[in-house]
């Protein structure tokens, strides 16, 4: 006979001693504008999987590109800015 046993880890995955530090929810917050706009990219992307992508689609996909890169530099730069000494 063979008995059901709980994975412990799966049990305790979720407990409330798991939430996200105030570190990591501030870590979030500050990539957040970097992520919308990934999602941005990403739902640009998907309109064109099922079809050929028009003008205004390249279009569409080349300002959400520009949007996520300009992001990522933002953030960047903010990390740099923050850094004893300015940027290295």
């Known amino acids: 006979m063979d008995h059901i046993v709980t994975v412990q880890d799966a049990v305790t995955a979720f407990a409330d001693f798991m939430e996200p530090t105030a570190a990591e929810m501030d870590a ?9 706009a990934d999602v941005e990219l990403l739902d640009a992307h998907i309109v064109t999987l099922d079809r050929t992508p028009t003008e205004l689609d390249n279009r569409r996909i080349r300002r959400a590109r520009r949007r996520a890169l300009a992001a990522r530099v933002a953030l960047l730069n903010r990390a740099d800015a923050s850094l004893p000494g300015g940027a290295a």
């Open 28 to 36: 979030i917050e500050r990539e957040m504008p970097v992520i919308l």
